[in-house]
């Protein structure tokens, strides 16, 4: 009899676990994104790539030395949500020099001019650009010139 219960225990034991285990699977489906920014010729180090979804979930991705960068649905997941979504490239973010020893108008005013001064064209910073994912994996480079 304390067999039974036992294995009664164990198959009940199992059926919760797998639940869990089916649970954390659970998600859209995501396709995966990779590829290249340059700017003006040159690779663009430390840029975020984001896509936006409507209504869903952005996935990210930041350049490396080379430019290369791979989107990021969560930590654990990679890509991106099918369909036609904006997409946007950000510059590395930077403080204002001294920013720790200015007034919040001064750092408000130095945030100003730093965009300003940003190289990457408007079409990539306002989200106008789309990009269409399907499933499976696609390689989207990104080539910018600065105005």
Request: aromatic share 4%.
């Amino acid at each position: 009899m304390m067999n039974g219960r036992r294995s009664v225990r164990l198959a009940a034991c199992v059926v919760v676990l797998a639940g869990w285990g089916c649970a954390a699977r659970k998600g859209p489906d995501l396709g995966r994104v990779e590829g290249t920014v340059t700017l003006d010729g040159q690779p663009l180090a430390g840029a975020t790539v984001t896509v936006i979804p409507a209504g869903g979930r952005p996935s990210r991705g930041v350049t490396d030395a080379s430019g290369h960068y791979r989107l990021k649905y969560k930590r654990d997941a990679e890509g991106v949500v099918f369909g036609t979504h904006p997409i946007r490239v950000d510059p590395e973010t930077r403080e204002p020099d001294g920013a720790g020893k200015m007034t919040q108008e001064a750092y408000d005013a130095a945030m100003r001019k730093l965009a300003d001064e940003n190289p990457i064209p408007k079409e990539w910073r306002d989200g106008s650009t789309k990009i269409t994912v399907d499933s499976g994996s696609q390689q989207f480079n990104i080539e910018m010139t600065s105005g």
